[in-house]
C-alpha cells in the first residue's frame, strides 16, 4: 500500500508539472510569434505596426525587455521621443545597471531637449558601466552637451577625466577640438547653430498616378520655396511657390528653400510624377490579352511594376510618418482582432490592416489602394507554431480587378490557412473598418 500510495503522488506531480509547463509554453508561443511579426515590421520600416504589436506582447508579459526595447526603437524612429523615453526607464527599473539602455536613454533626453536629464544619466552609465568602449561612448556624448551648450571648460574637464581611466585616441580628438572651441571664445561670444536650411517637402511623393495632381510644398521655417518643372535646377529666379501646383501631365518638379536675409540656399527637393491618365478599362484588358502574365515574366510585368509603385508610395509615407491612423479592436470568439486604417495627407485611404489570431497561429492582411482608393494589392501573411508560414500577393489593375497571385508557403499547413477567398477582399476600406 505504502508503494502504491508514492506510484499516485508521483503521477499526481508529474501531472501537475506537465500542466504548468503547457500553461507556460503557449504564452510564450504567443510572445515568441508576435515579436517576430513584430521585428518583420521594423524590417520593412513599418513602425506603427511593429509597435502596436509589441505592446500586444506587454498584454501577454508586462516585463518582457525586448518588446519594451523594440517599442523604444520604433518610437524613436517615428520621432515619438516621449514614448521611447518611457520604455527606455521602464526597462531601467526591471535591470537598473543596464549601460546600452542608460546609453540609449540619455541620447533620447538630449534629442527631446531634456539636457539635466541627459547628463544625469550619462553619469549614472559612467559609474555603474565596466566596459571601457561603452563608458567611452558615454564620455564623448556627455563631453559634446557641454559643448554644445557653451560650457566647454566642463566639457574639457569631462574629457580630462576620462583619459586618465581610458586611452582613445578619440577622446583625445575630441579634447583638441574642445581646447581649441575655448581658445576661440570670449566671454561676450556665445556659439550660436543655426539650423541648415531644408529642402521643401511635397505633399505628393514620387511616382505614377492615374490622374492630375495639386501639389503641395512646405518647408521648416519662414522662408521662400522657388521650383521648376523642367527638370532645370531651380535658384532665387525661378518661378515663386504662393500655391499648389497642378500637374496634369509627367513631369519633374525640382524644388529649394530660399533665405532672402543670408542669400543661402537649400538642398534641392526632387519629385518625379508619372501621370498616365487611363480611359477605361478596355485598354487594359487589351493590353494583357496582348502582354499576358506568366510565371516566367511577372516579376518584371509592366501590370506589377505599376501596382509595385503605389506600394512603394504607401511605404514611403510610412517611414516618413505622414500617414494619420485610426485604430479599432474586436473581441472574436477566437481572440482579439485588429484594424488599423491609414490615410494619406489628402484623407485617402491607401492602406488597410486586419490581424490577429489563435493560440498557437496569427495572421495578418494588408491592403493597399490608390490615390482613387482602388485596391491595388493584398499582401497576406500567416504563421502558426507548427512552423508553418504562408504568405499570399495579390495583384489589381487600375479598375480593381485581380490580375496575378503569388503563394509561398512553408511547413506542414494548418486548418484554416490558404488562398485568401475573394469575399474576404476589402474593396471599401472604410466600410470594412468600421463594421
Known amino acids: 500500500m505504502k508503494r502504491k500510495g508514492i506510484i499516485i503522488g508521483s503521477i499526481i506531480v508529474i501531472t501537475t508539472m506537465l500542466v504548468l509547463l503547457a500553461a507556460n509554453v503557449v504564452p510564450e508561443i504567443r510572445v515568441n510569434n508576435k515579436l517576430v511579426s513584430a521585428y518583420k515590421f521594423i524590417n520593412k520600416g513599418n513602425y506603427k505596426e511593429a509597435i502596436l504589436i509589441f505592446e500586444k506582447v506587454l498584454d501577454i508579459d508586462k516585463k518582457n525587455i525586448e518588446a519594451m526595447f523594440g517599442i523604444a526603437d520604433a518610437a524613436t524612429e517615428l520621432g515619438d521621443i516621449d514614448y521611447a523615453i518611457n520604455m527606455y526607464e521602464d ?21 527631446n531637449a531634456e539636457i539635466d536629464d541627459a547628463i544625469s544619466t550619462l553619469r549614472r552609465m559612467i559609474e555603474y558601466e565596466d566596459a ?24 574639457e574637464m569631462v574629457l580630462l577625466s576620462a583619459l586618465e581611466l581610458i586611452e582613445s585616441k578619440d577622446l583625445e580628438d575630441e579634447l583638441r577640438v574642445v581646447e581649441q572651441q575655448i581658445a576661440e571664445q570670449d566671454d561676450n561670444n556665445v556659439r550660436i547653430f543655426k539650423e541648415a536650411l531644408k529642402a521643401p517637402v511635397a505633399s505628393y511623393l514620387s511616382g505614377t498616378y492615374e490622374d492630375k495632381i495639386d501639389v503641395g510644398l512646405s518647408t521648416v521655417g ?4 522657388f521650383y521648376t518643372l523642367d527638370g532645370s535646377e531651380p535658384d532665387e529666379y525661378a518661378m ?16 529649394i528653400t530660399y533665405d532672402a536675409e543670408t542669400a543661402s540656399v537649400s538642398p534641392i527637393g526632387a519629385y518625379n510624377y508619372d501621370i498616365v491618365i487611363i480611359e477605361d478599362s478596355e485598354a487594359v484588358n487589351e493590353y494583357l490579352n496582348d502582354n499576358p502574365l506568366t510565371e516566367t515574366n511577372w516579376l518584371n510585368h509592366d501590370s506589377i511594376v505599376e501596382v509595385r509603385e503605389v506600394f512603394n508610395t504607401t511605404q514611403q509615407l510610412i517611414q516618413q ?9 474586436i473581441n472574436r470568439d477566437y481572440g482579439m482582432e485588429f484594424r488599423t486604417l491609414l490615410k494619406d495627407p489628402n484623407g485617402v485611404i491607401v492602406k488597410y490592416i486586419e490581424e490577429g489570431g489563435t493560440e498557437d497561429s496569427y495572421r495578418q492582411s494588408e491592403y493597399y489602394y490608390d490615390i482613387n482608393q482602388t485596391l491595388r494589392f493584398i499582401f497576406v501573411t500567416e504563421g502558426a507554431a507548427n512552423g508553418t508560414s504562408i504568405e499570399q500577393r495579390i495583384y489589381f489593375d487600375a479598375f480593381g480587378n485581380r490580375i496575378w497571385i503569388n503563394v509561398k508557403k512553408e511547413g506542414e499547413g494548418y486548418p484554416g490557412f490558404g488562398n ?3 469575399e474576404n477582399y476589402v ?9
Open 240 to 255: 515663386l511657390y504662393v500655391e499648389e501646383i497642378e500637374v496634369s501631365e509627367s513631369t519633374l518638379l525640382k524644388t
Open 91 to 111: 526597462i531601467l527599473n526591471f535591470d537598473k545597471e543596464n549601460g546600452q539602455v542608460m546609453f540609449k536613454l540619455a541620447e533620447a533626453y538630449y534629442q
Open 427 to 435: 474593396f471599401d476600406p472604410l466600410n470594412r473598418f468600421m463594421q
Open 321 to 329: 510618418n505622414q500617414l494619420a491612423a485610426e485604430y479599432k479592436e
Open 420 to 422: 485568401l477567398p475573394e
Open 132 to 155: 571601457a568602449n561603452n563608458k567611452e561612448k558615454a564620455y564623448l556624448l556627455l563631453a559634446d552637451i557641454y559643448s554644445a551648450e557653451n560650457q566647454a571648460s566642463i566639457a
Open 222 to 225: 519662414e522662408y521662400d520655396i
